[in-house]
């Protein structure tokens, strides 16, 4: 089947603006990964879905953003009142399941602007 | 805390040339090891996969190789082409849950 899509490709907003990013995995994946991959910091793991539950919310950089997973398939991470800062590109992956012998397989990214 | 580091970050070849690129992690415990490719503006493809009690994996021309002891992976590109010009990232997992730990990647160009 198809691959991890995400939608948009890319989000032009205003500073202040809330903004939906929105990750379809692979049908039948169960773990669900969000990283944000930006010039300064490179790639960095922002939050862990395990069916509809996010026990690793480590990498969430403030409470303005947040993430959720619905019927354990498709996932929306939210930024509310934007920054300058949050400008970069938002990766989701999926992986079959959490173990450790499971290849994580991503998405196209949704690029970011925040002007 | 682990870290990982890629060297060199930028590397150009002439078609036909093998490619070496290293990954080097401070902290060998780690569950696997995964090679990827990005292409600009575009999202990752995986490449390879490591786990912890292997020593190396093969896919076609690429052989990844894997030192957990000394924490160093390393990725082979046999003869490359000007298709393999990419950006090349090495992630490590630390954790059961699965989070990635990044290396910055190293930006490839094969000239043909």
């Known amino acids: 089947g198809a691959g991890v899509s995400q939608s948009p490709s890319n989000k032009v907003t205003e500073k202040g603006k809330d903004v939906e990013l929105r990750c379809d995995p692979i049908s039948g994946h169960t773990a669900l990964y969000w990283y944000r991959q930006s010039l300064g910091q490179g790639l960095e793991f922002l939050i862990y879905f395990q069916g509809n539950s996010a026990p690793d919310k480590s990498g969430l950089p403030s409470d303005r953003f947040s993430a959720e997973r619905t019927g354990g398939s498709v996932s929306t991470l939210t930024i509310q009142r934007t920054q300058q800062e949050d400008s970069a590109v938002y990766l989701c992956?999926?992986?079959?399941?959490?173990?450790?012998?499971?290849?994580?397989?991503f998405g196209p990214g949704t690029r970011l602007t925040v002007l | 805390k682990q870290e990982v580091t890629q060297i060199p970050a930028a590397l150009s070849v002439p078609e036909g040339e093998n490619l070496v690129l290293n990954c080097s992690f401070t902290d060998s415990a780690i569950y696997n090891l995964q090679w990827f490719r990005q292409d600009p503006g575009k999202g990752l493809t995986s490449l390879l996969l490591i786990q912890s009690s292997q020593r190396e994996q093969t896919s076609g021309r690429l052989n990844a190789s894997l030192d957990k002891s000394s924490g160093r992976s390393t990725l082979y590109i046999a003869a490359s082409q000007p298709g393999d010009s990419a950006t090349y990232l090495c992630a490590v997992r630390t954790d059961s849950w699965g989070k990635l730990q990044f290396g910055a990647g190293t930006q490839v160009v094969v000239t043909p």
């Open positions: 992956a999926s992986s079959q399941t959490s173990s450790g012998y499971n290849e994580q397989f």
